[in-house]
């Protein structure tokens, strides 16, 4: 019965336009009241104490690092220098777009952020080089993608909290799946840009390939940074997000000298609202959680799956395949909220490694960003593309494709994740 409450009232409480927040908040209630223990007080515990996290620090921080890029002349110098490299050969704006995907990646984490810097960048330039604007901008959706996986992201810092697992760990491990997915893209680009009429850009000069990666090195020195300093132990991922957001300013302010000063009360303003949904969702999450843990729900769904158990492969096809059916009308945040802390004790019992298993639920909530009919970054690239759902939605399948591809390979093969993760470990 627990269950069927859980379910209905959340299913319910979204129906009817509820936000995700207070959704989460109702289905503790309802259960609560179910289980005949409704107490306001543990309701207000249970959500302060979601909020109240020392690795979410780093969701404010990576925030304003990932605004403070964009305007401050980072991302727009990582896009010369993949434009300086690859812009040349046939469809070379889309192998800029997704090189400049992954380098973007490991500067914020953030899908929304990387989409819509890009999208703004490059699909009037793609357009105006004779490239189909609705394919160049599925392109550009589907590089965005990338963003939760390659650390730093979000994305595992939500799951990591909601879970209990390594987030150090999540980082290093999403860093060989995020390139795998870059790939994926080039190749699904290659296929389609065969068949276009398209002259490249002309050839870059040794002196201008040279000047834009020096010009661009400030940028692409922040991901080494980060990564060299979660590997060694020299700061954790909280300390790593006030290493990334301290060292876009000073790049932006003093050698770039892009953003003003006066810029940047609205660039903190920004990362601010942005923060809160992300801090309130995890706040209102943690009633429900609570409320999970207590009606035992994990262990049912254990019962449930228990003939699962023995055949890992099959059962993580299973949870992924109800990820992708979640993902199609729930946001990245509210999916890992809900779902993973329910799902982890059934991947444990079954001896799936868990940093494995979260590489693994990022990457399809990640897709999910780019799956109708909700999809996060098809409406953010549409409206800075200036296009209908419709359009981009036609636009983005070839794409869509390729990424489930390389998720379906990474469930059939774990050690494509494990062996990069031993080695960087």
Known sequence: MAVTIFITSLIGTI????????????VGVAMMMHLDMFDAQIVAQNLINGANSFPLLAVPFFMLAGEIMNAGGLSKRIVNIALATVGHVKGGLGYVAILASCILASLSGSAVADAAALSALLVPMMVAA???????????????????????????????VATGVSISKLFLAG?????????????????????????????????????????????????????LGLKFGI?????????????????????????????????????AKTTSVVMLLVAA????????????????????????????????????????????????????????PVLMPVVKAAGIDPVYFGVLFII????????PPVGTVLNVVAGTGKMSMDEIVRGVWPFLLAQFAVLFLLVLFPELILTPLRWLT
């Open 15 to 26: 129906a009817l336009g509820l936000p995700i927040a207070f959704a989460l908040l109702l």
């Open 364 to 371: 399809n909530t990640s897709i999910g960003l780019i799956t």
């Open 175 to 227: 860093i060989f799946p995020g390139l795998m997915m870059g790939l994926a893209l080039a190749a699904a680009w290659w296929i389609y840009s065969r068949s276009e009429d398209v002259q490249p850009q002309p050839k870059k000069s040794a002196r201008e390939i040279r000047r834009a990666v020096i010009e661009g090195s400030w940028a692409l020195g922040l991901p080494l940074i980060i990564i």
């Open 130 to 160: 004779g490239h189909d604007r609705k394919r160049s901008a599925g392109l550009i959706a589907a590089g965005g993608i990338i963003g939760p996986v390659i650390p730093p992201s979000i994305g595992f810092i939500v799951f990591g």
């Open 285 to 340: 999450a943690m009633v429900s959680s609570w409320m999970v843990t207590v009606a035992e729900l994990p262990f049912l769904l254990v019962e449930l799956l228990e003939p699962l158990l023995d055949s890992p492969t099959l059962l993580l096809l299973a949870i992924m395949i109800t990820i992708i059916l979640v993902g199609t009308s729930m946001d990245m945040t509210p999916t890992i909220l809900i779902l993973a």
């Open 235 to 271: 700061f954790t991922p909280t300390e790593a997000a006030v290493v990334a957001a301290v060292y876009a300013l000073f790049v932006a302010i003093v050698i770039y000298r892009e953003l003003k000063l006066s810029q940047i009360y609205d660039v903190v303003v920004s990362a």
